[in-house]
């Protein structure tokens, strides 16, 4: 936010350090948002979700937040990472291509209370 970075912005500097790949604009496409009240019991996130199109010739060095890799979407399903992720991110990733949608999550209740922001399209959660 201090960079005054749209979302798209800052997902091709990310990149750019996390990957040292750097990535058109045209190549990245906004597919989400999800807003994380109260995340766990202290924070609040605001992640967009955005596809890259752009191929990976090799896989990136690691860095000091850690290694690159690649994953198939079943072995996601398998991975320690925050239940959080396992609930709001992936479900929604995989409707992608329903539209554009945004979320939000109340984490203070468990499971978390969620209401979808945007588009018609994922009444059916």
Not at 26 to 55: Q, T
Request: net charge negative; aromatic share 12%.
């Amino acid at each position: 936010m201090n960079l005054g970075e749209s979302p798209v912005e800052c997902a091709q500097r990310e990149a750019k350090e996390e990957t040292g790949v750097l990535i058109d604009e045209k190549e990245l496409k906004p597919f989400g948002y999800i807003s994380e009240k109260n995340y766990e019991g202290k924070n609040h996130w605001l992640m967009f979700l955005i596809m890259c199109n752009k191929p990976f010739k090799d896989t990136p060095k690691p860095i000091n937040e850690g290694a690159f890799k690649f994953f198939h979407r079943a072995e996601i399903d398998q991975l320690t990472i925050p239940s959080s992720d396992h609930q709001l991110v992936w479900p929604f990733y995989d409707k992608r291509h329903s539209g554009f949608w945004g979320l939000r999550a109340d984490c203070s209740v468990s499971p978390p209370d969620l209401k979808i922001e945007a588009t018609p399209h994922l009444t059916d959660i």
